[in-house]
Every structure is written in C-alpha cells, then in structure tokens.
C-alpha cells in the first residue's frame, strides 16, 4: 500500500531526506526550519506493562499519543527551531503537531478518495503540496490558509451537500499529526507527497476541491 509515496510523489521526493531513524526532535526542528511551519509537542506513548498507551491516561483514548496535550496549545505553537529544539528536549517522545490555519490547512478526505483523487490530479496535472497518510485511514491535503472558510461554498457551487460529502477543511483552531507521530499501535503518520522544494508554494482550495469532492462523492455512492 505504502509505495504510492513514490509513485504519486515523482522524483522530486528524492531531494528530502527520508525520516526514517530521525529523532522527533530533529524532524520537529526541520519542519520550522526548513518549511517555517508551526511546531507544537503533543501527547506520547507511555509502555505500561507491554502495552503503549497515551500519556494522557485515558485508557480509551481515541488518538493515542497523537494530540494536544496541553489545551493553550495555540499559544506554545512556534515557528522557532530554537524554541522547537528546546521543546522536545524537555520531551523526546512527544507528537509533533502543526496547527493549521496559519501557513497551511488542510482539507482530511478518507483514504480511499484520497487515493482516487491523487490520480485524478496526477492526470490533470495539478500543483499540490504536501498530503499526509494517517493510521485511520484518512489522507490530508495541505493547502493555503482560507480554506476552512471557502470550502463549504466550493462543495455547493460544484452541486454537492457540504454535509453529503466525508470532507472536510481544517483551519484555524485545529491541528494536523505530522509524520512521523505515531497512533498508538495503529502505525505512524506518513507522507503520501512529501514536502519538497518544488512544493513549498501551496495550491489553493479551489484548485482541488472538484477533484477532491468527485472522489468523496464516488466513493459515498459505494
């Protein structure tokens, strides 16, 4: 399932290093350093007696080691690598979390439309930017901040429901997983695209939406 990172991403992946084996901490400082993203620690993963739960001690936690754990979370964000480094010092093993609606938002499809709509928009040749794969199935798309707001009247001038469709923008308030943030024992989030230099300028909403939205309706229609 995993190589449609190479096949989807082009060889322009080849210019990031892979994070495999990086400590949280230095991806943490690369997102701030390389890609002025916003950084923020969340949760961790916690052994008890074999088991990895989260150290927010809810045994039935939905995310496990994948959320905020303070809830001034907005206000610890920082596009600091020094502040970031410092962080995750203090915490290793804590999530690494980017808040979206500063530099980015994201609009969170499930996996299956996701995957439909990474094809539709390979064919159409269209610029993306970064797309994370999530251990619950979900693909996310990094777009320009705004998108939150814009979204819903993007869905209804394509001649779709807002709430007919699995999709959903995520901007200021709420926060995205980056990988490499593991879910409890579900996996590790992970690059779909990953973010590369000829990424960096970011696709607008209205840019994916129709792609994205026939995909989710398709796959709503199964």
């Known amino acids: 399932m995993f190589i449609v990172e190479e096949t989807i991403a082009g060889p322009e992946a080849a210019q990031i290093p892979k994070q495999r084996g990086e400590s949280l901490l230095d ?5 701030a350093e390389e890609r002025h993203w916003d950084v923020f620690p969340g949760t961790w993963l ?3 007696d074999g088991v990895q739960i989260c150290s927010c ?6 995310t496990p080691g994948a959320h905020p754990a303070r809830e001034d979370w907005a206000t610890q964000a920082t596009g600091s690598a ?8 203090k915490q290793p093993s804590a999530s690494i979390l980017l808040p979206t609606g500063r530099t980015f938002d994201t609009i969170d499809v499930p996996e299956t439309s996701g995957l ?3 094809a539709r928009m390979e064919r159409m040749e269209l610029t993306l ?11 996310q798309f990094f777009v320009l901040p705004g998108a939150s707001a814009k979204v819903p009247d993007l869905v209804r001038k394509l001649g779709w429901s807002p709430l007919a469709l699995d999709l959903k923008a995520l901007g200021e308030g709420e926060y995205v997983a980056a ?3 593991r879910y409890g024992s579900r996996g590790a989030v992970q690059w779909a695209r990953r973010p590369t230099p000829a990424n960096r300028w970011l696709p607008d909403a209205e840019e994916l939406i129709s792609p994205l939205a026939y995909a989710c309706g398709r796959d709503g229609r199964r």
């Open 27 to 31: 991806t943490a400082v690369r997102y």
């Open 46 to 48: 916690e052994a008890v």
């Open 57 to 62: 001690g809810n045994a039935a936690c939905a």
């Open 82 to 89: 020094t502040v970031a480094r410092r962080l995750w010092s």
């Open 116 to 118: 439909l709509a990474l």
């Open 129 to 139: 930017g970064p797309v994370t794969w999530t251990p619950d199935r979900r693909m």
């Open 179 to 181: 990988p490499p943030t």
